[in-house]
Nanobody, 127 residues
Framework: QVQLLESGGDSVQAGGSLKLSCVVN????????MAWFRETPGQEREAVAG????????YYADSVKGRFTVSRDNAKNTVYLEMNNLNTDDTAMYYC????????????????????WGQGTQVTVSS
């Protein structure tokens, strides 16, 4: 069973930066695609960024392109989300997710692609 643990959420002012981490347990090598999602009360969980566990592709939601960077360190079983120039619209609970399926441009953002989720880490951006 793949288990994920996020960390790095905090309260920051608009324009600030944060870096989230997601550590995966020993089943990391069974994962093909990792992604970050975020959710606010009353809203559907939305995809933010995706990255395969091997390869060079990365995927981003339009709302974060140019500000967020997803990366991974396979030696540490860890995926990161570096967030710059944060604004109040980025306030949300951020979740890490793992999929056994390959990341593709048409599927990486789909909730139903991911069976394994972390518990979330809160990001709050104030103006």
């Amino acid at each position: 069973q793949v288990q994920l643990l996020e960390s790095g959420g905090d309260s920051v002012q608009a324009g600030g930066s944060l870096k989230l981490s997601c550590v995966v347990n020993e089943y990391y090598l069974s994962v093909n695609c990792m992604a970050w999602f975020r959710e606010t009360p009353g809203q559907e969980r939305e995809a933010v960024a995706g990255i395969p566990t091997f390869g060079t592709m990365t995927y981003y939601a339009d709302s974060v392109k140019g500000r967020f960077t997803v990366s991974r360190d396979n030696a540490k079983n860890t995926v990161y989300l570096e967030m710059n120039n944060l604004n109040t619209d980025d306030t949300a609970m951020y979740y890490c997710a793992a999929s056994m399926f390959r990341c593709t441009p048409s599927t990486w953002f789909r909730l139903d692609e991911y069976r394994n989720w972390g518990q979330g880490t809160q990001v709050t951006v104030s103006s």
